[in-house]
């Protein structure tokens, strides 16, 4: 519940977003979330309800492979006051980079996997001396 003196404690923060107090206090620790007045006089660390957009915006972040490290630099220019759209590009127009490479990659595997399968031979019936793993991939 949100009041106007202390704001939201984690643990209703951690049971709105549905992630764990130790992922939230994580992204507090980084800086990727900022408490409204620091912390209550017992101790808690409270925020405001904005903390559900940058949750979301983490998360989603996230599933589009930008690391935690990326996603920081991103919240640090909003934060400052600036919308981080070319940031965001930037970082996406890597990733897609990345994706590139790993894909040619995979297909270079995919390909030697095949031509390994196709003339693949069963040789447990026969006797091997005993340095060999199996013959079909050496």
């Known amino acids: 519940m949100v009041t106007a003196d202390y704001g939201l404690k984690i643990g209703t923060v951690a049971q709105q977003s549905g992630l764990p107090v130790k992922t939230i206090r ?14 209550s006089p017992k101790g808690y660390r409270l925020f405001s309800a904005a903390v559900f957009a940058r949750l979301a915006f983490i998360k989603r972040a996230q ?3 930008l690391s935690l490290e990326d996603i920081g630099k991103i919240l640090t220019v909003r934060d400052q006051g600036t919308l981080p759209c070319g940031v965001i590009r930037e970082l996406l127009e890597a ?24 003339g693949w031979q069963d040789f447990s019936d026969q ?10 991939l050496q």
């Open 26 to 39: 994580y992204y507090a620790d980084l800086g990727l979330l900022t408490t409204v007045m620091g912390r």
């Open 63 to 65: 599933s589009l492979g």
């Open 95 to 118: 990733q897609l980079q990345e994706i590139n490479q790993q894909m040619a990659a995979l297909t270079i595997l995919k390909g030697e996997l095949q031509g390994i399968l196709s």
């Open 127 to 136: 006797p091997q001396p005993p340095s060999t793993i199996c013959p079909n």
